[in-house]
């Protein structure tokens, strides 16, 4: 699966991102564009919540039209994934963390421990729980995707009935064991020792 980059932030000295916010089954969406991507997504309580409300001057439908459409077109079921060129700061293990991310098939999930395998650092759970939590562009990275080790729903950015949402949108199994495929196959059972089964 071939996905648009993410970016590095634009050196230029002017980096206040063009805005706009679009309707969604969600609530308004803030849509915020850097030089090069898509460097935010909002949904409504954060935006209000900002110590530094956005420049009107710096609204532009355009810039975010197409990030728009692709939306529309996802809430739609008509469009996966998203393909939108992104742009913003992260450390390695973030930009890591969020790659892998977007790499979750619609309609699935994981759990953290097994997004933790996948990027070669299974014990270090908490970290990746963290890079998570920090996604700046919901949805387009798609982090509520990810769920407690029995799949119940954790902590979402836009609260958990959004997350359930957006789960039920793709097609999702919810309260049940993750239906994505394991990232590693099972440890044979050592000679001599007779295999039980977990449950």
Sequence with gaps: MMLSTISPPSPRTDRTPRWDVVASPLGPLTLLHGARGLVGLRFAEHSIALASPL???RRDPDAVAPA???????????????????????TDFQREVWAALRMIPRGTTITYAELADRVGRPHAVRAVGAAVGRTPVAIVIPCHRVVGSDGSLTGYVGGLARKRALLELEGAKIGAR?????????????????ATASG
Excluded: K, N
């Excluded at 239906?179 to 044979?188: A, T």
């Design 55 to 57: 420049d009107p001057a």
């Design 178 to 194: 993750p239906v994505g495929p394991p990232s590693r196959p099972p440890r044979p059972s050592s000679p001599g020792r007779r």
């Design 68 to 90: 728009a459409a692709q939306l529309a077109a996802y809430f739609a079921g008509q469009r996966e994934p998203l393909d939108v060129e992104l742009e913003f700061d992260g």
